[in-house]
């Protein structure tokens, strides 16, 4: 069973600069598709802006297309921005990420790697980290 994934923009963050294994093996599962991963397009506002402070415009590009070939995106839509605006999260950018991704209804898990901003919150979609995820659902290390 291939299972379906929303990626916080912290996996991404994570792999770039270098921070957690579990992150770098979660983006090698899906582009050996054997994940599927969904992700906001808005992290990918973020990403550039992270990135580009370290490398070039063109690595930069780079890096992304290269996410873009196995990573799916999901819009944020008004109704999503409205619900976390109506929501307990103290981090608004978690609520967008996490009312985003309900918007996909067959997705098995919400990853990330700051699962203190997600404590609070009624999880109609079950958050779990990345470490989680590799050793239970991928079986590794």
Avoid: W
């Amino acid at each position: 069973m291939a299972y379906k994934v929303f990626l916080d923009t912290n996996i991404f963050l994570d792999h770039l600069l270098d921070r957690n294994n579990h992150s770098s093996s979660l983006l090698k599962a899906c582009e050996q598709g054997t994940v599927s991963g969904y992700a906001s397009s808005a992290s990918f506002y973020t990403l550039a802006y992270v990135i580009r402070k370290s490398v070039s415009t063109a690595e930069t590009r780079k890096l992304l297309g290269d996410y873009l070939r196995f990573i799916s995106l999901l819009p944020t839509q008004k109704n999503n921005l409205r619900s976390s605006l109506d929501a307990s999260f103290e981090d608004l950018e978690d609520a967008f990420q996490y009312f985003t991704a309900l918007e996909e209804e067959e997705l098995d898990f919400f990853i990330t790697n700051n699962l203190k901003d997600f404590q609070k919150v009624s999880q109609q979609l079950e958050v779990i980290s990345s470490k989680k995820f590799v050793m239970e659902y991928l079986k590794e290390d």
